[in-house]
């Protein structure tokens, strides 16, 4: 079956341009998570989405950074005014259901460049 | 607060030995979940085994086991007779209640396989 859909695959944008990066995740999956990972280093959690509930934004680096996802499906991470910090790759996940032992299921991840 | 650590950053092998992946974890939770995942050079994640707080039976998959020790608050991974396809960086995640749905993750370690 479909698996985790990121796009872009790859982007390159100029140091203080917005980009928007897209998710869908598995068909039925109610959870939705943004995850960044820095070159090298570990996953860093961003953003949390669960049915109709408010979002965990707790893990989101600063106010230039915003998440949004319609119809309890498709996401998209917005990042404005971008700063060459920004640079990572950017993973989604779903999982089927809220609680703590769902396992996610993550996409290819969209490579995020800033120059 | 929740953390895991993952002291190997990298750690080389050559074909047919075996190798321990060390993941110590630390919550104030009696109740929490702990995984395994895979992020082969292709990138995407790979969920391979959740383990409950409650649940301190070593687990057994192929060529794969895992040894979780509450006591020292452990979930190792092991891998027999490792072969080169098993070269990818490995995390361990934790999630946990007082951490609502955030899972997370270790700073992962880079295992390589050499034939």
């Known amino acids: 079956g479909a698996g985790v859909s990121q796009s872009p695959s790859n982007k390159v944008t100029e140091k203080g341009k917005d980009v928007e990066l897209r998710c869908d995740p598995i068909s039925g999956h109610t959870a939705l998570y943004w995850y960044r990972q820095s070159l090298g280093q570990g996953l860093e959690f961003l953003i949390y989405?669960?049915?109709?509930?408010?979002?965990?934004k707790s893990g989101l680096p600063s106010d230039r950074f915003s998440a949004e996802r319609t119809g309890g499906s498709v996401s998209t991470l917005t990042i404005q005014r971008t700063q060459q910090e920004d640079s990572a790759v950017y993973l989604c996940a779903s999982s089927l259901r809220q609680y703590l032992d769902s396992p996610l299921h993550f996409g290819n991840g969209t490579r995020l460049t800033v120059t | 607060a929740q953390k895991v650590t993952q002291a190997q950053t990298e750690i080389s092998v050559v074909e047919k030995e075996d190798v321990t992946l060390d993941c110590v974890y630390e919550?104030?939770?009696?109740?929490?979940?702990l995984f395994w995942y895979k992020q082969p050079p292709s990138g995407e994640l790979v969920f391979l085994i959740r383990r409950n707080s409650f649940d301190e039976q070593n687990e057994i998959s192929g060529r794969y086991s895992w040894n979780f020790q509450k006591s020292t608050s452990s979930f190792n991974f092991t891998i027999t007779a490792s072969q080169v396809v098993d070269s990818a960086v490995y995390f361990c995640a934790l999630s946990s209640g007082n951490a609502g749905n955030m899972l997370t993750f270790g700073g992962g370690t880079r295992l390589m396989v050499k034939p």
């Open positions: 989405f669960q049915g109709n509930s408010a979002p965990d």
């Open positions: 919550t104030r939770d009696t109740t929490y979940y």
